[in-house]
């Protein structure tokens, strides 16, 4: 795919390991993409999407970034790095009060100096576009040019990052002499699914692309992803013609809810610490990971032989809630 440019921000190409004792465990191998490790104040999956996104914003001569997303947001805090690395403002939508635990990722959206506007959980859930809009006009009296870039970067734009990761996947494939037969990542927005699954349809290249959803439901996250599958197009030129059930979301494994912890959940997560020296997230690769390993179990995964895990990063995510149950 020739691509759309972008610039550099996230440390790339990032690892492929495989995970020993884990793979030994459920006799299948294991491998771990570290996503993680794209950087430190810019970890994570999201750092992808907006070398892209940034890029449209820096064009198109903009010196605001606005997003939203929850008050313990990943992206958010890495839009706010990633304002105050290239000398913009970050505005922050965020769901949440003044009376939140001034921990993790939202103390860093303050550290790193981005403006935040909290607003409720139904406002965000209703309203959250409008809102983002209204702060851009009021930016703009002030005299000055805002880029909205939507929740969890999951647009056509944003998605073009993951689209970018599927070819490093392909080309660390060949340096391991490795194929993935299966490749699993957490889903909050789609974007990231979206990307890795265009780009794998595009290579003609036969893993399977599975996401499991810390939200919503399968129903809803196959009719986002063929969404996104167009908004990408618009951008490459090429639509790809894929229909709902050609989306693998893996379902049960929301929990609680988003966000929301179970034992089970930090159980599995702390077993893996201990087991790999692998830390994941409460909020998405804990619950996307702990889902994995369970189908597998269960026998889903059987035809498959080597697994890709993709670590989309979240450490900043761990709160006093989910410490509590360790
Ligand atoms: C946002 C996020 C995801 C989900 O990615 P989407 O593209 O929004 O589906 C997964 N893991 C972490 C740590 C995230 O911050």
Known sequence: MDFIKSISLANLPTKIE????????????IYIKRDDQTGLELSGNKIRKLEFAVKEALDKGCDYLITCGGIQ????????AVAAKLGLGAYLVLRGSEDNELEGNYFFDKLLGAKIRFVTAEEY???????????????????HKAYIIPEGASNGIGSLGYCKAMEEIL???????????????????????????????????????????????ADYFKGRVLELLKEISTYTGEEIHVNKEDIDIVDGYVGKGY???????????????????IILDPVYTGKAMYGLVEEIKKGRFNRHKNILFIHTGGIFGWNSFARSLL
């Open 259 to 277: 966000a929301l912890s179970r034992q089970e959940e930090i159980d599995f997560i702390h077993k893996l610490a201990k087991q790999e020296g």
């Open 18 to 29: 495989k995970l020993e004792q884990l793979s030994k465990e459920l006799n299948h191998d």
């Open 73 to 80: 947001s990943n992206h958010c805090r890495a839009t706010a």
């Open 171 to 217: 080309r660390q494939e060949e340096e391991l002499g490795v194929k993935f037969d299966a490749i699993a990542v957490a889903v909050g927005s789609g974007g990231t699914y979206a990307g890795l699954y265009y780009a794998n349809h595009m290579n003609k290249n036969d893993s399977v692309i599975y996401g499991i959803n810390v939200c919503n439901d």
């Open 125 to 143: 859930s209703n309203s959250r576009m409008e809102i983002m809009e209204e702060i851009k006009n009021k930016l703009e009296k002030e005299g």
